[in-house]
């Protein structure tokens, strides 16, 4: 089974890029006739019959439509302080697509070693991530901002289709509706991953998300390697983030975001 | 805090090997004299003290021991297939290794496209994310074997020196006579992660874990990307191993490994 992602939709076909399209006719052999398995990146995968096999711009017909499709009953955003390697937090960025993420935030901390990132290749990254996992909706991945203004910035509803499960999704502006809706519904919760040394009052993840009910809107915000300034780590803790922890094992930035996209996916697991 | 990982130990002194010791006396600059950390990669860490800072060999007198260092409350064994880009079964050793994992047997299933594996790279791999997540106990590389083999292979006692909490390991023979101990004491549980389509009697790994008490040697096993065949998933499960799935989200190999090892490691979290 093999996902397209399709850039442009109208009511009744769908587009793809020069890219997919050439993916399609000149790798997968598909020609006018075929059916194809299209995702919107929004959260809809649509069995289409190709009309067109034109390697520079596939075009194909909508045959039925899934709203909400490879979905998960929570929104997450992760807040990740990007790595001095980049390989690593685009590893990341992978691993939290196939497991399930909605948002990615790179956040530049006070003690962040690389202090700029371009978040293109995340993105293509993010794309073929949700494609090859089977997936509908295409994590955001924002770009940088200083942790502090993270912390300081109002909750955005998490660009999720998934909120509220079963929720049917049409246009992209019935789903933003359907967010705004959500977004005032929906339980919001807020974490900080903390190893700062002697610091007591973490509870471990685990405990904190036992209280997590499903359709919650869930942020986790990850340090860099040289963790938090304890003033980014007050005023998050101010500003409603619960300090948590990952457990007795010291994990690598990109290592602990992954965890905790692992632990929010695990505790939804029926 | 850096740790040195001593391959030859005696009751009073601990020795680098040249890698370790050129890291130790070139790269860092300790000198005779010097206090430094040192893990024997069975579960002991120790605080030294430098007596013979050659680049080529150091040499350092044991302060004080800390056995059952940076361990967890169980034994964990992952039996996962290679996959076909070597590079991501060598993050799944990393990964696995940084959030706790006790024995990695690398299995060659009937579907594998890797029929051939090397654990040079990757038991290298290992050691260094064991000394980069502070861990005393270096997780075991085999050999690999066939998936069939695996599965009817007597089980081996977990070589955790974690199995009981607390417990305190001294030489190596010590160990291995808890481990003989423990093998008959503790409560073992195997688990065969299995995609097959319209398999409806797998139960999710969470809903298994619950039962799984402190103490237990687990075993998973992880299929390679055409997944198990049928005859080596219903070998498994009469052998013993009790099929699970790891939720909603279809998962790269090396993926499944570490979200069914993170399982592990969250479940034990308090």
């Keep these: 089974m093999e996902f397209f992602y399709a850039h442009e939709i109208s009511a009744r076909e769908v587009f793809l890029d020069t890219d997919e399209s050439a993916h399609c006719v000149r790798v997968l052999r598909h020609r006018t006739g075929d ?44 807040a990740v302080c990007p790595t001095k390697n980049n390989d690593r937090f685009e590893w990341f960025v992978e691993k939290a697509t196939e497991v399930g993420v909605d948002r990615i935030v790179p956040v530049i901390g006070e003690r962040s070693e690389r202090r700029v990132f371009k978040p293109e290749r995340s993105r293509k990254i993010a794309l073929s991530a949700m494609k090859q996992s089977l997936k509908a ?49 929906v339980n919001e919760i807020k974490l900080i991953c903390y190893c700062f040394e002697g610091e007591t009052e973490r509870r471990s993840i685990e405990d904190v998300l036992r209280e997590v009910p499903e359709g919650s809107d869930i942020t986790v915000m990850i340090g860099p390697e040289g963790d938090f300034s304890p003033q980014e780590a007050q005023l998050a803790v101010e500003n409603g983030f619960i300090p948590v922890h990952l457990g007795p094992s010291r994990l690598r930035t990109e290592t602990a975001a992954v965890t905790a996209a692992t632990a929010v996916y695990l505790h939804f697991m029926k």
Excluded: N
């Design 35 to 78: 059916e194809i398995t299209v995702v919107d990146g929004l959260g809809t995968m649509m069995r289409c019959r190709v009309t067109d096999d034109s390697p520079k711009g596939v075009s194909a017909e909508i045959l039925e439509s899934f709203p909400g499709w490879g979905g998960h009953p929570y929104s997450l955003t992760m």
């Design 137 to 185: 909706c295409l994590p955001l991945v924002e770009e940088p901002i200083p942790v502090k203004d993270f912390i300081l910035s109002p909750a955005v509803e998490g660009d999720s289709p998934y909120l509220r499960p079963f929720a049917r999704i049409g246009s992209r502006s019935d789903r933003e509706q359907e967010g705004l809706v959500a977004s005032t519904a």
